[in-house]
């Protein structure tokens, strides 16, 4: 009997390379998802740290501001997606920051009591955009994983404690919530797109809130800054609709190539464009 000593090695996949355009635009959404904290660019606008505007929120209302952000955020996503067509086109990201300045404008006027007013209408407007964002990326706005990416961007717009290097934070938050994600998928897929009786929904949308409670807080410190009038209110939110903008941008541009190339391939491409 005899044995065949030249075994065949395993067949090892061909790595696949990015086009040089695609390295090009994920370079530039690597250069998005990893803009200054918006914090450093409030601080930077009304020419203090915000700790003096921090000083001015009374403690009840920072507690108060994270359930604005988890009530905002459930209404937001049916409500944003009902005003835009499914079908592909140009994304409209200055009529976005013209409402949103709008909106800061009005917040920005009655101060503290006027963000239980301007978070629900803000927050409607950043998803909107962020939605008429990821459709001009090809993206399915009609679908729950389309809707449920433009949610992960509420989470994506800055580090919950830190400012962590970006890279790790965009593939860090990306990983926290997958199973998360995952499973407010199936719950879509089983039902259709109602929130009702989703409980994985339910704890995706807590745990994005706890960090969308952290740029809204930032951004209500930016507006009790002492001497900033409620003139700043409509550039703070501008800034602010500014910041998830460019977010979005970034992360749309990683999942359109994600769709062509692969999760594995992109990331790989993400490491060598960083360099």
């Known amino acids: 009997m005899t044995h065949d000593t030249h075994r065949n090695p395993i ?3 061909e790595p696949i390379f990015l086009a040089d355009t695609d ?5 530039e959404a690597r250069v998005l998802l990893e803009r200054p904290s918006l914090a450093a660019r409030l601080s930077s606008f009304v020419g203090s740290p915000l700790e003096k505007g921090m000083a001015r929120l009374p403690a009840s209302w920072r507690e108060r501001i994270g359930g604005l952000a988890h009530d905002a955020l459930m209404k937001a996503m049916d409500t944003a997606a009902k ?12 009529l976005h920051k013209l409402l949103g300045s709008v909106s800061g404008a ?18 409607v407007l950043i998803m909107r955009s962020i939605l008429d964002i990821a459709r001009g990326e090809g993206e399915d706005i009609g679908s729950a994983q389309a809707r449920l990416a433009a949610l992960e961007v509420f989470a994506l717009g800055g580090n919950a404690s830190s400012d962590d290097a970006a890279e790790a934070g965009y593939y860090a938050v990306r990983a926290a919530l997958a199973t998360t994600v995952s499973e407010a998928a199936r719950h879509f897929a089983q039902r259709g797109l109602s929130s009702e009786g989703a409980p994985a929904l339910a704890r995706l949308i807590t ?31 501008l ?12 992360h749309f541009t990683v999942r359109r190539l994600e769709r062509h190339y692969g999760e594995a391939a992109v990331r790989s491409a993400w490491q060598t464009v960083g360099r």
Do not use: C, W
């Open 106 to 123: 009005g917040g920005g006027a009655f101060g503290v009591a006027g963000l239980t007013v301007e978070i629900p209408l803000s927050t």
């Open 11 to 13: 067949a090892m996949p």
């Open 23 to 27: 390295l090009r635009a994920l370079a």
């Open 207 to 237: 745990m994005v809130a706890a960090r969308y409670k952290v740029q809204l807080t930032q951004k209500a410190a930016g507006m009790l800054v002492p001497g900033i009038g409620a003139a700043a209110g409509a550039t703070i939110n």
């Open 83 to 94: 005003t835009l067509q499914p079908a592909v086109q140009p994304a409209s990201p200055r």
């Open 239 to 250: 800034m602010f609709m500014d910041h998830f903008q460019s977010v979005s941008r970034g």
